[in-house]
């Protein structure tokens, strides 16, 4: 098992020396890339504007997005909306608003900063919010006789 791991421990720096990228994914390696935050930003648009992407593409780019302790910028969710609507996957676009809306909730004005930003692209996509669907709001409330 040793072995193993040290060949492979020694085949991603050998790829590095190479020039070629031993993570070619969107995931950060464990050190963490050394790359500034419009590098980052233009990693991700360029992942969600590739014209062959697919349902698993897009889930991974959404996926690797809220594994790390940041709210993209604007135009990261427009690209990654663009392509759900590309795939004709509104329920997608649809849990990355809510997951946002989540994420977002330490701080009540992110939220609505994002929602101003990216309406008139919902508008152009046709794409609702989680507000409009009503899923703000609990399905299975119970109401409470003693409060009205």
């Given at each position: 098992m040793i072995i193993f791991l040290f060949v492979e421990f020694s085949?991603?720096?050998?790829?590095?020396?190479a020039g070629k990228d031993p993570n070619p994914g969107l995931a950060e390696t464990k050190h963490g890339r050394k790359e500034s935050d419009e590098d980052f930003d233009n990693r991700y648009i360029?992942?969600?504007?590739?014209?062959?992407?697919?349902?698993?593409?897009?889930r991974k780019g959404i996926a690797d997005l809220?594994?790390?302790?940041?709210?993209?910028?604007?135009k990261i969710i427009i690209a990654a909306l663009e392509a759900a609507r590309r795939l004709n996957d509104h329920s997608v676009a649809v849990r990355f608003l809510e997951a946002l809306r989540w994420k977002s909730r330490s701080n009540k004005e992110i939220y609505p900063y994002l929602m101003q930003e990216i309406r008139p692209t919902l508008a152009k996509l046709g794409i609702s919010t989680p507000e409009e669907l009503g899923y703000d709001q609990p399905e299975l409330s119970i109401h409470n006789a003693f409060t009205d």
């Open positions: 085949h991603l720096r050998y790829l590095s020396a360029a992942w969600f504007s590739k014209p062959d992407i697919d349902s698993w593409e897009l809220h594994g790390m302790d940041l709210i993209p910028e604007p």
